[in-house]
């Protein structure tokens, strides 16, 4: 069983060490895991050996308390939490103003002396006779310690604690402390009754000697810089909790329920599974569920990172905490509290925070000894310099100076703020980390494996060309595949119709449907034998392949599949239909590249469809015919060849091989299992996510390292400075309040430096590689994702073309012109594949054309202009939406239109039908 539980009382490494020390002691306990940034701790442990109570128990003992946690909720439990972080911050501010109002005054009594010799600064005269006369040494002993006092009250807490842990055998750093202040107010007040002996006895010199004796001003400076570190250091851990706080923020408080035909508002822990809510635009999803009625624009930015909103209907899927940014939804409620997707993630980035890397494992190590040993160095260097012949005073202060400079927080924090940042923005770009140790791993990784379908594709086939027979027109052609497919179920087949359905088509019935098995289908439509499959079925049919403009066997070399189509005998042309490549696979691969990964691609396709992929993508190797229970022993075998290999896939077989990875990612839109197994999850299906992670992986892990590198510097270089080994030589010697303020800001520095990864910016984003995007097929992916993402572009063209047109006559007769106008469609066909002019629903021809480079409203006069030169085209230019909508008649090629746009300056980057 694994536990969670809240534990006080730590505030260094020394502390963490302690209690991970302790508890693992318990029988029964497999692991454990402390968290001195959260302070929290993870236990794994037997339920037959151990329980709760015995790991509470075991930590009281190391001189801590600890209570386990209880389930989470996103309400009023959060803000509980959220107070508790600050209470400690207003506690130590407190604290500070205290010490500060007492320690002016300390500090002005005991360095007046130097202060009046450097600046001439005077006291009245009744204080420099109470203070400064022969007879005043005592006056001033009493008056330094009574305010030393209060600060020593307002900082118990140094000595609660660290006498306690130093009691049972596990010094921390409050003990360094708690002995270095305890011993300059022990020592000082020695002075101060020898002051009192020395008066008594008339010995005036000897009183005034002892005076310099005095060390309440540094016990009190100790107290007051370390607290003042210790403040500047939660507040920097408050900043590294920052992606947790703001996701949980991110859950609404309240939902909008359908009961009774009634609307009402209740508190988000009232709703259960199967309540109807409401979403209007402006409000957030409060729990998990499935659109029953309305239509919505999404923004799942917070949980995704995707900056557009996606657009939502019937039967999809919302999850909590995105936005309705325009439309009307209600939903029924799937899933709720501890099981939304928000509640996964916080889980999740939670867990990765509160695991260790493997790097942390040698600062534990030293943390575990680096007290009692700091202890012994000053006690030595006292010894030391006493049997040299220095003063007590002098050997006291090196002792005193060695307790305060030295430093465990920094070791102990140098890991975990810096995972905590890098997890913390990693949700903050949708990409959720399980644990440290993967999060580590992940940059040593040099090979990355990919699966295909779903992480290079999109998962789903559809029709990339469209090629008819001589005296067959594309809308014929598609119109008679997609009434033949409608029936078989089969993926290639439900491509065809999805086009049909983008196009308009009404799609008529066939009957007498029929599948051969090998082949393809056949039926009957309108009257007449149908049939529809692969070059075999053509042959066993005898049906003659006519000349498309492109053989099947060179659409097969791009990695399209073809089916053929055939009607009472006559061929009627062919269709190609691929898996599409995503519209940024290509960048992210090269940006892979890049990287100094070697980038594998893992596909059940056959050899040559494969390596068409390649080709397009620049893959390193592919492993082609590749089955989903050999997709775990290619791993293994890499694994062999000593590479660290990270893979990446989102289906169920895909599950063995992630977890056989060094590092295995699941891609957004996966499968639960694939999710389950992977050890990062990225939320988006963007291929360039996992170009991030690697990034943040390597950013994070430079991070770390310099934080050790600090840490370990400090320390080595403090101590012996603290110890006096440059004394002998230049002179030099830290006082204790110096080293102080030095411990103080080593941690604060450390924290500081982690921070920097709260603003990590992946250096190969999307629009600066976008410029790979060189080739014809890449401009049209690039195309299709702009268009995807903005409907409202489709409405504004609809009305600008509206807009822009003279009135027709709409009873004009076309009938007469629709022999040339299939005539003009096969030539189109065969000069342009990928793009389809459709008649018949039509009176006019309108396209739409994507260009580049427009800036002014000259620029959109000069391109309205030049098309506006081709005979009988109508244009309008969007200079906004950077596209030109035109319309004629007659058929024009999208030649014509691209090198009229050429000519005026501009380029075209893609033209469709709208």
């Known amino acids: 069983m694994e536990q969670k539980f809240d534990v006080t009382g730590m505030t260094c490494a020394a502390c963490s060490a302690a209690v991970n020390k302790s508890v693992a002691k318990v029988d029964g306990v497999k692991e454990v895991n402390v968290n001195l940034l959260t302070n929290s ?202 992606a947790i706080k703001k996701l949980i923020d991110l859950a609404p408080k309240t939902a909008t329920v359908l009961r009774n035909k009634t609307e009402k508002k209740i508190p988000v822990e009232a709703v259960v599974v199967g309540d109807i809510l409401i979403i209007r635009s402006g409000e957030a999803v409060p729990v998990d569920g499935r659109i029953l009625e309305g239509n919505a624009a999404m923004d799942e930015s917070a949980l995704t990172g995707e900056s557009i909103p996606v657009d939502k209907t019937v039967g999809d899927k919302v999850i909590t905490a995105s936005i309705n940014r325009s439309g009307y939804i209600k939903i029924t409620a799937e899933k709720i509290g501890e099981d939304t997707a928000l509640a996964k993630i916080i889980e999740l980035v939670e867990e990765a925070s509160s695991s260790k890397a493997p790097i942390a494992k040698l600062a534990d190590r030293i943390s575990g000894i680096f007290v009692p040993v700091v202890i012994a160095i000053s006690i030595l260097s006292m010894a030391v310099w006493l049997i040299a012949g220095a003063s007590f005073s002098f050997a006291l202060s090196i002792g005193i100076a060695i307790l305060v400079i030295a430093c465990p927080c920094a070791l102990g924090l140098a890991t975990p703020v810096a995972i905590m940042v890098g997890t913390g923005r990693g949700a903050a770009n949708g990409i959720l980390i399980k644990s440290a140790e993967s999060f580590e791993t992940l940059h040593a990784v040099k090979t990355i494996v990919l699966d295909k379908t779903g992480t290079i594709t999109e998962g789903k086939p559809a029709v990339t060309g469209i090629y008819p027979a001589k005296g067959i027109d594309s809308y014929e ?126 596909t059940g396709d056959n050899q040559r469809t494969a390596e068409a992929i390649q080709k397009q993508l620049s893959i390193d190797t592919v492993i082609a015919q590749v089955l989903p229970e050999d997709k775990e022993r290619e791993i293994r075998r890499l694994q062999a060849e000593g590479k660290k290999v990270a893979m990446v896939g989102d289906g169920i077989n895909d599950a063995p091989a992630l977890m056989r990875a060094d590092t295995g990612i699941a891609i957004g839109a996966g499968t639960d299992i694939a999710i389950d197994a992977a050890d990062i999850v990225l939320m988006k299906s963007d291929l360039f996510d996992v170009v991030t992670a690697i990034e943040l992986s390597r950013a994070t892990l430079r991070n770390i390292k310099q934080n050790l590198f600090w840490a370990f510097f400090y320390n080595t270089i403090g101590i012996p400075l603290a110890a006096g080994v440059l004394y002998t030589l230049l002179g030099i010697k830290l006082n204790p309040m110096i080293g102080a303020a030095a411990m103080g800001m080593s941690s604060v520095s450390v924290v500081a430096n982690a921070l920097r990864l709260r603003f990590f910016r992946p250096r190969t984003g999307i629009p600066e590689t976008m410029d790979v995007l060189t080739s014809n097929q890449d401009k049209e992916q690039k195309l299709r994702n702009i268009e995807e993402r903005s409907k409202e572009d489709k409405i504004r063209s609809k009305e600008i073309i509206e807009s822009s047109m003279e009135e027709k006559d709409s009873s004009k007769e076309v009938s007469d012109s629709s022999k040339g106008e299939n005539t003009s469609s096969n030539k189109e066909s065969k000069s342009s594949s990928n793009t389809i002019t459709i008649k018949g629903d039509y009176e006019r021809m309108k396209k739409e054309i994507i260009i580049e480079g427009m800036m002014c409203e000259h620029c959109k006069g000069r391109v309205e202009k030049a098309l506006q030169t081709i005979p009988g085209v109508t244009a309008a230019v969007d200079l906004e939406a950077k596209k030109a909508y035109v319309s004629s008649e007659a058929e024009v090629a999208d030649e014509t239109f691209t090198q009229a746009v050429t000519d005026a300056g501009y380029e075209v980057m893609g033209i469709q039908s709208v």
């Open 41 to 242: 701790m993870v236990v794994t442990y037997e339920e037959t050996k151990a329980n709760t109570e015995k790991i509470v128990k075991a930590v009281e003992n190391a001189g801590y308390h600890a209570a386990a946690k209880t389930s989470k909720t996103f309400n009023k439990a959060d803000t509980k939490s959220k107070e508790a972080l600050a209470d400690p911050q207003k506690e130590m501010k407190k604290r500070i103003i205290i010490s500060a109002v007492f320690l002016i005054p300390l500090m002005t009594l005991a360095m007046f002396p130097m202060i009046h010799h450097l600046a001439g600064f005077t006291m009245p005269a009744f204080l420099m006779s109470a203070f400064y006369s022969d007879a005043g040494s005592m006056n001033l002993a009493l008056t330094e310690f009574l305010f030393v006092i209060p600060i020593i009250a307002v900082n118990r807490k140094y000595y609660q604690t660290g006498f306690k842990t130093l009691i049972h055998r596990s010094p921390n750093m409050d003990s360094l402390i708690a002995l270095g202040s305890s011993a300059a107010i022990l020592y000082s007040v020695t002075a101060m009754y020898r002051i009192g002996i020395a008066l008594g006895q008339g010995n005036l010199m000897a009183a005034a000697r002892f005076t310099d004796e005095l060390y309440f001003e540094s016990a009190g400076t100790i107290l007051t810089l370390i607290t003042l570190g210790k403040f500047f250091e939660a507040r920097a851990k408050g900043k590294t909790t920052d």
């Open 477 to 602: 052609l598609l119109r008679f595949a997609a009434a033949i497919e409608k029936l078989s179920g089969h993926p290639l087949g439900e491509a065809i119709v999805r086009k049909a359905e983008e196009e308009s088509i009404h799609l008529s019935t066939s009957n007498q449907f029929e599948l051969i098995p090998g082949q393809g289908i056949k039926a009957v439509f309108e009257g007449e034998a149908a049939f529809g499959g692969n070059m075999k079925m053509m042959k066993e049919q005898h049906i003659e392949i006519m000349d498309c403009g492109k053989s099947e066997e060179q659409l097969s070399m791009e990695g399209k599949t073809v089916l053929h189509f055939a009607r009472k005998g006559e061929y009627l042309g062919m269709i190609a239909v691929a898996d599409k490549v995503k519209p940024t696979s290509k960048a992210a691969i090269a940006a892979m590249k890049h990287l100094g990964l070697e980038v594998v691609m893992l």
